[in-house]
């Protein structure tokens, strides 16, 4: 099973700044079958970025994913209010594996 | 528009059972593969268990293995959880996810709104 760590573990930032989220996997990752989703508080998950870098529909550009093999990026540009959530990686190639989260606060 | 809608969740003591369910519209059932995902309180997101689209075939975590059983009904559009010797480390709202296409590999790409399950005496 390929477990996925996400660091830090908690990002202090204000609206405007530019954020760097992290997802390790302990094996690589094969075809970039990595998935990021973002949950708000209350709410259930949902899609940001599929295939490594792939927007899933409606996202805006200020998401990007980026990486291969077992190191994995997510970026958002420029943050807005809404974007304060909490931000977890998949890996769906094998094991579905989920990493244990990133909570972006203000 | 997709919707996936639980229901099924509740109390329940340890050593119960439950079933839950998740009505699925806006796309064509069969085609997609479907999943669990649950959520201890304040803990992160876990995959519990998937069906392929004609529902043929199933996978659990090793946590669930022969405890829970996951199926489908195409006609009636309709995913269930059958959960047997529930546990307290069962708690948890669990989430229907459809999969992006009917076999692997594929991401979640809509989620249901999630029903809570309590297992406590």
């Known amino acids: 099973e390929i477990v996925l760590t996400q660091s830090p573990g908690t990002l202090s930032l204000s609206p405007g700044e530019r954020a760097t989220l992290s997802c390790r996997a302990s094996q690589s990752v094969s075809s970039s079958y990595l998935a990021w989703y973002q949950q708000k508080p209350g709410q259930a998950p949902g899609l940001l970025i599929y295939?490594?870098?792939s927007r899933a529909t409606g996202i805006p550009d200020r998401f990007s994913g980026s990486g291969s093999g077992t190191d994995f990026t997510l970026t958002i540009s420029r943050l807005e209010p809404e974007d304060f959530a909490v931000y977890y990686c998949?890996?769906?190639?094998?094991?579905?594996?989920f990493g244990q989260g990133t909570k972006v606060e203000i | 528009e997709v919707q996936l809608v639980e229901s099924g969740g509740g109390l329940v003591q340890p050593g119960g059972s439950l079933r839950l369910s998740c009505a699925a519209s806006?796309?064509?059932?069969?085609?997609?593969?479907m999943s669990w995902v649950r959520q201890a309180p304040g803990k992160g997101l876990e995959w519990v268990s998937a069906v392929s689209g004609s529902g043929e075939s199933t996978w659990f975590a090793e946590s669930v293995k022969g405890r829970f059983t996951i199926s489908r009904d195409n006609s009636k559009n309709t995913l269930y959880l059958q959960m047997n010797s529930l546990r307290a480390e069962d708690t948890a709202v669990y989430y229907c996810a459809k999969g992006s296409s009917a076999v692997r590999p594929y991401f979640f790409d809509y989620w249901g709104q999630g029903t809570l399950v309590t297992v406590s005496s």
């Open positions: 295939g490594a870098s």
């Open positions: 998949q890996e769906y190639g094998t094991s579905r594996t």
């Open positions: 806006g796309f064509t059932f069969i085609n997609y593969a």
